[in-house]
């Protein structure tokens, strides 16, 4: 019997009131159920509309139903989706009425898992279905987008391809050494090793990458007590979510929000002051400042546009390649430290968080700093998760001791069982390595319905 063969069923509506709520069920008895909630054997691919009766007769809604013969549907099971009012109570009462017609609620992922498990997506494609639900901002949506449409997959088909033409080579020495086959070419094996390890670098290369776009990149707001941070912070996410006051030192922790700029998401961070004289308690706030720069993606660091003389302390600061110089107060008169600034060839970016003035400049600034991001990811739309990068990292580790083998003269064998390890690594990417726990891990992070 296939695993998970029994008829499940969810239900999901957006949060508040919603005009509609879906209910999908997936499974063996999907025909039996259609069939009897319209009086007739389904048409696939056809949305009726009908009166959802109880199994007591009782009129429950005015619904549309569609129903999607196995394997040409999303499970690759026979499907149908139900789509009713969004009164909560509405969608509750015909779930209630599914579950005593024999089906169960859906697992977290369920629908999803069943996929994969039926051949309908790869591993890597499952996981893209989380992302998009997910997507904080346009460059992640696009890049979800093509994950679910196979672009890593492919990738990693390529990869395991190559390395199979490589694996046979090899294993034909070990496995028939008394044939009449040509020398070993090890110059031309270690040249495809070399060129694996260079693919697989470059889809490591797009880890860091990925991080960004799930979880926005950490853009860190710094500067003296009392230069506008906290205002600039609240100027850029459209309302006031840090207290603001002319004593300075009044941020002592840092604030954490995410924002929209262009196609991205920012995660910014408001920080305490680096107050050269700082009392006990902003000592400890200056402290969590310096452990969020030293994680920071990007850097906003603020000055007074009106000051006359810079800490020594900022020439690191203001040498960081990750750092955008924001000069605020940009409505009062310049003092010497701009002026100095201009002089050494500094790009500046003139705010006034007090009244608005060059904040689209900044933004413009901010977003150009991102698309540098993508860039450095070779440009790829494949931006690999979490999972994939320890995978690919120990792909990677079992290319290099197959290399070294080779080098040292070590016996054919022991090369090809590194490089079975690769491609066993390779193949957790995608899913062709059966792992049911780290399959069952994986999917219970998924919400309901999917």
Not at 348 to 364: D, F, K, P
């Given at each position: 019997m296939p695993r998970h063969a029994d008829t499940i069923a969810a239900f999901a509506t957006p949060a508040g009131t919603a005009a509609l709520a879906v209910l999908r069920i997936t499974g063996p008895d999907t025909r039996r159920l259609a069939t009897e909630l319209g009086g007739a054997s389904p048409p696939p691919r056809v949305a009726r509309r009908l009166g959802y009766r109880s199994r007591s007769g009782e009129l429950l809604d005015d619904v549309v139903a569609t129903f999607y013969h196995g394997p040409k549907s999303y499970t690759g099971e026979d499907t149908m989706e139900i789509s009713c009012h969004g009164n909560p109570f509405i969608a509750q009462q015909i779930l209630e009425d599914l579950l005593a017609r024999g089906c169960r609620p859906a697992g977290p992922g369920e629908f999803t898992q069943r996929a994969f498990l039926n051949g309908k997506m790869d591993l890597s494609q499952a996981e893209a279905v989380m992302d998009v639900i997910h997507a904080r901002s346009e460059r992640a949506l696009q890049a979800a987008n093509q994950q679910l449409r196979g672009a890593l997959g492919r990738r990693m088909h390529g990869l395991v391809e190559s390395l199979l033409a490589v694996l046979a080579r090899i294993e034909a020495y070990v496995d028939f050494p008394d044939e009449d086959l040509p020398a070993e070419d090890l110059t031309r094996v270690r040249g495809e090793l070399e060129r694996l390890s260079l693919e697989t670098d470059r889809l490591l290369a797009t880890s860091h990458y990925g991080e960004l776009l799930r979880d926005g990149i950490k853009t860190v707001i710094v500067g003296e007590p009392n230069v506008g941070k906290s205002s600039l912070l609240n100027r850029l996410i459209g309302r006031d979510r840090a207290l603001v006051s002319p004593e300075p030192g009044t941020t002592r922790d840092f604030l954490e929000e995410r924002i929209l700029v262009g196609p991205h998401c920012l995660r910014l961070i408001d920080t305490a002051g680096l107050n050269p004289s700082p009392a006990p308690l902003e000592k400890l706030g200056m402290a969590k400042t310096m452990e969020q720069l030293a994680e920071a993606d990007l850097m906003l660091l603020v000055l007074d546009a009106s000051r006359n003389v810079l800490p020594e302390k900022y020439a690191e600061l203001l040498a960081a390649r990750n750092a955008i110089i924001v000069l605020n107060k940009s409505d009062l008169r310049d003092g010497e430290a701009a002026s100095d600034l201009r002089e050494k060839g500094r790009e500046?970016?003139?705010?006034?968080?007090?009244?608005?003035?060059?904040?689209?400049?900044?933004?413009?600034a901010i977003v150009a700093r991102a698309e540098q991001f993508c860039a450095a990811a070779g440009g790829e739309t494949v931006a690999i998760n979490a999972r994939h990068a320890h995978a690919l990292t120990e792909a990677q580790a079992g290319l290099a001791s197959a290399r070294d083998k080779l080098i040292h003269g070590e016996a054919t064998e022991l090369?090809?069982?590194?490089?079975?390890?690769?491609?066993?690594?390779?193949?957790?990417?995608?899913?062709?390595?059966?792992?049911?726990?780290?399959?069952?891990?994986?999917?219970?992070?998924?919400?309901?319905?999917?």
């Open positions: 500046l970016v003139r705010v006034s968080a007090l009244t608005g003035a060059g904040v689209e400049t900044l933004v413009a090369v090809a069982s590194d490089l079975r390890a690769v491609l066993a690594a390779y193949g957790e990417i995608t899913g062709k390595v059966d792992n049911e726990r780290m399959l069952d891990h994986l999917f219970a992070t998924f919400c309901i319905g999917k």
